[in-house]
């Protein structure tokens, strides 16, 4: 028999949801216990009461057929591969994760673990496990990951990271209790009809003075193409999905309330350190390879020799060559795949321009 709402609401009983299958093995109710104990500053920011019982058992009986790429192997997702070279790599991103981070603490707020991001479409907690990395303690910005994938939740959770299961449409966290929120790295995954409501549930969750970030690569730039042509063809699961433009981004924000909006263009490279030039080549195409999982680029005798990098490499070329003037000019750049020597080690870049929307709620 289905508990009334009410007798929820009167406390934590969390047992309300205990016929609600949250994550493989785990029930609602018992993912709640663990957070309200392991991670209270994510707990409390909870409502669960926002949506009607009913409504959230329908929604996590849902969430397995869409969040379908992420997912493991046997779901028929390439999600594994994501999780275990993020895992690897977490600064291979650095340049542009620290770049997010600082736009969404905005430029008259001080770092500090007060402020709390809520990184929307989060992985395994990329986002944090690089933000750890980058600064101390005393000044890492609290983060929470959320994402609609069971497989990329159950993982950050694993590794002791503040993670909640949940689609932003129908999410579990409550109105005006995050500082910021981040949609990075996975904005184009967002069906366009969803992407008002997703950004106005944003809104929702900010309190008054919150920053949205919404990160993304823009149509028809080489770094959208590398997802759409390349990612598409060597994947099993397939990659078309809408890229958002500049005029999008805006209306998307300033749609759904934001004010000061700003469309920008961010340098985001993939960056990777060796000891010799052609350890870094390979280091950086091998991490391209296997996050993506371009399964269809490797060889049946698996035999990945050096015309095979030569092949990865004249394909990521293709998507990663750019005019200076298409450059952001916030930082230095390079305008294409490169290996140049730093200090003792070389250094492999890729470069990447993602186009980041950021508003205010005033
Ligand atoms: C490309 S991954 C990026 C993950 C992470 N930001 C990173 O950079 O490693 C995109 C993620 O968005 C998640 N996602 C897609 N639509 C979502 C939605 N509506 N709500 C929450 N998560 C979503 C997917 O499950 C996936 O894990």
Not at 48 to 67: C, F, N, Q, T, W
Not at 243 to 260: I, N
Not at 322 to 347: I, K, L, N
Request: charged share 20%; aromatic share 8%.
């Amino acid at each position: 028999m289905r508990m009334p709402l009410s007798a929820a609401r009167s406390g934590n009983d969390h047992a309300t949801f205990a016929h609600v299958g949250f994550l493989p093995g785990m029930s609602m109710d018992l993912y709640l216990d663990m957070c309200q104990s392991l991670h209270p500053e994510l707990y409390r920011r909870l409502d669960l009461h926002r949506l009607p019982l009913d409504v959230i058992r329908e929604v996590y009986d849902a969430l397995d057929s869409v969040s379908i790429p992420f997912e493991g192997k046997e779901k028929g997702g390439r999600g594994d591969a994501y999780r275990s070279t993020q895992l690897a790599h977490p600064l291979m991103r650095a340049t542009g994760i620290s770049r997010l981070i600082q736009l969404a603490v905005g430029p008259e707020t001080g770092l500090s673990p007060d402020l709390c991001i809520l990184d929307a479409l989060g992985g395994n907690g990329t986002l944090t496990r690089a933000a750890r990395l980058l600064w101390p303690c005393e000044s890492c910005p609290t983060i929470l990951t959320g994402d609609v994938a069971a497989a990329m939740v159950s993982d950050a959770l694993a590794q002791g990271l503040p993670a909640i299961r949940q689609a932003v449409q129908y999410r579990l966290l409550g109105d005006e209790t995050v500082d910021a929120v981040i949609f990075a790295y996975g904005t184009h995954h967002i069906d366009p009809g969803d992407r008002p409501l997703v950004v106005a549930e944003a809104y929702q969750m900010l309190r008054p003075g919150g920053r949205l970030v919404l990160q993304d690569f823009e149509e028809g730039t080489p770094t959208a193409r590398w997802y759409s042509e390349a990612v598409h063809r060597y994947t099993h699961t397939g990659h078309r999905h809408q890229h958002l433009s500049r005029s999008v981004a805006h209306q998307l924000l300033s749609g759904a309330g934001f004010e000061r909006v700003e469309v920008q263009l961010v340098y985001d490279p993939c960056i990777y350190y060796a000891g010799n030039p052609d350890a870094a080549r390979i280091g950086l195409l091998d991490y391209l390879v296997s996050l993506f999982a371009l399964d269809k680029l490797v060889p049946p005798d698996g035999e990945l020799d050096g015309r095979f990098w030569d092949g990865v490499e004249d394909l990521v070329r293709q998507y990663s060559t750019f005019r200076a003037d298409d450059m952001p000019h916030e930082c230095p750049v390079v305008t294409e795949f490169c290996v140049t020597r730093s200090g003792d080690r070389f250094r492999a870049e890729l470069p990447r321009v993602a186009l980041v929307a950021v508003g205010e709620r005033l």
